[in-house]
């Protein structure tokens, strides 16, 4: 029997091998509590080979495809973990699709089988007739069900012999129009994250709790780490602010995942200091703008580190800000990741010196083989270095500071570029940031006759706070450069986000009505 410690020393393993290593060594120790439901390791393997062995049986071979649509729970972990065990692709899709998105993602990533809850099913019968990949049910009353679906108890799978280089899940992209691409990450990359991890202090020991939705490249960065260690996962299906610091508090949480939009929320809360969260040994967040105002009051109310890292589910290069390291770099996203490649191209694909604004690009083991069935996109999104090597283009701005410290700008798409002069949302956003009056806003480009296009701001106040639109457009224009000044300036209850908390952009600009600019 090969052991955990052996397994992690190899320059390769698969996640079905370290879970069964774990259910060997440790058969008792809890690996998921969903709700009221705790599995042991020990159970969570045996019901992997249970579904393993089905999928089999239906038809699922080494390198084919696995769907799944729903809540998080065991029942989903489990058919996303028995895909690999048997050389599937794992393809979680996003409940909020439209039905339509929903068929031609299972037609795109070539599943052999959909798991759903019933909302996604209900949903897919408007198009079953588009539709013909066997279903079963998550969870609720739709037939087969997960339950009745599974082999006997005792059952396992044929093994198969897992490639690095071999898909390990198909993430589709969080578009607001059309269908998403898919994101093909390999083993290897996976498994770049699993050693990354032993930095984050994930280990045996570790309580994670994962309350964002399974199907984001965010939950999967830490929730396969949290389960190929070792640790307990505590799953989420819903988050809302005072329950994780409820079930924090329970479970002596040591780790959380979060994006800037559920820490905000925490920390807003009245009484977030009567929680005991003296367990947490580190929290991360990623996959939107993180202000360096709330890092600061993170570290100052909550214990444990913190640590931000910054890069794409197509993954290249990351950057990690160890805030409680730097405290003085809140500002930035941090430093290139161990073994990660990051520089700075301009419009020309030429390298710019340290200092120069232009086009983050990365590269790592951890890199997306492709976009499924889009080879055109995913030359679009590659640089190569003059050396010959392969980087991944994020479409962000950015630039090195004097430390090599990563000073985030904006996506390029996002830049507004007025009179022929480049303008950054994310340096007005800042400072619209300063006025006491205004919790978070989004500075997006409008169109101008006369300018091509000029800042416009949609603006969260803060609870008990009054100001107008006209007045916080005032305050702000006499504090920025004329290029920079907002010509249009609304108050909104709520900024439009991706269920992984970015702010939708284009939907502001879309929803834009222009009077005159």
């Not at 052991?3 to 320059?11: G, R």
Request: glycine content about 10%; some cysteine.
């Amino acid at each position: 029997m090969t052991t955990t410690t052996q397994l992690l020393e190899q320059p390769f393993s698969t996640m079905s091998d370290m879970i069964r290593a774990h259910a060997d060594e440790r058969p008792a120790h809890t690996a998921i509590v969903d709700g009221g439901r705790v599995l042991t390791f020990a159970a969570f393997d045996a019901l992997i080979d249970r579904a393993a062995a089905q999928l089999q049986r239906d038809g699922i071979d080494n390198k084919g495809a696995v769907a799944m649509c729903g809540p998080s729970s065991i029942e989903y972990v489990t058919t996303f973990v028995a895909a690999l065990r048997i050389g599937a692709a794992a393809c979680p899709l996003a409940p909020s699709s439209t039905a339509e998105q929903l068929a031609a993602m299972v037609r795109d990533c070539g599943a052999g089988i959909l798991f759903v809850d019933d909302s996604a099913s209900a949903a897919l019968d408007a198009v079953d007739e588009k539709l013909t990949v066997k279903r079963v049910a998550l969870e609720g009353v739709a037939n087969p069900s997960f339950a009745s679906w599974l082999a006997a108890e005792g059952a396992k799978p044929t093994s198969v012999t897992i490639d690095p280089d071999q898909t390990f899940n198909i993430i589709y992209s969080s578009g607001t129009t059309g269908t998403p691409k898919g994101i093909v990450q390999p083993h290897k990359m996976r498994w770049g994250h699993v050693r990354r991890a032993e930095a984050l202090g994930y280990g045996p020991d570790a309580i994670t709790i994962v309350s964002t939705p399974l199907y984001s490249n965010t939950t999967l960065v830490s929730l396969i780490p949290a389960l190929m260690r070792g640790g307990t996962v505590v799953l989420m299906r819903k988050f809302d602010a005072r329950g994780f610091l409820e079930l924090a508090q329970k479970y002596r949480a040591t780790h959380a995942m979060l994006v800037p939009v559920q820490y905000r929320r925490l920390m807003d809360l009245p009484d977030f200091g009567s929680f005991d969260l003296s367990s947490f040994r580190m929290k991360t967040c990623t996959s939107a703008p993180f202000p360096a105002d709330l890092k600061a009051d993170i570290l100052a109310r909550w214990p444990g580190g913190l640590v931000e890292i910054y890069g794409m589910t197509e993954g290249g290069g990351s950057c990690l800000l160890r805030a409680h390291e730097f405290p003085n770099k809140l500002h930035t996203v941090g430093q290139p990741a161990p073994g990660h490649d990051i520089r700075i191209i301009g419009d020309d694909g030429k390298e710019l010196p340290r200092g120069e604004t232009g086009e983050i690009v990365g590269k790592s083991m951890s890199i997306m083989t492709g976009y499924h069935n889009q080879p055109k996109k995913t030359a679009d999104a590659e640089w190569f270095s003059p050396e010959g090597e392969r980087f991944i283009r994020t479409g962000d701005v950015g630039r090195f500071d004097e430390d090599g410290f990563v000073v985030l700008g904006d996506r390029k798409k996002d830049m507004i570029i007025t009179g022929g002069f480049n303008v950054y949302p994310s340096d007005l956003e800042a400072e619209l940031a300063k006025h006491p009056a205004v919790a978070e806003s989004a500075v997006v480009g409008i169109p101008s006759r006369e300018w091509g296009e000029t800042p416009g701001a949609f603006i969260v106040l803060r609870p008990g706070h009054m100001a107008t639109a006209e007045e916080l457009r005032q305050w702000m224009n006499a504090r920025v450069g004329k290029t920079q000044r907002l010509t249009y300036a609304t108050i909104v209850e709520s900024l439009p986000r991706s269920s992984i908390g970015k702010v939708l952009k284009r939907q502001l600009r879309d929803e834009f009505r222009p009077t005159s600019t």
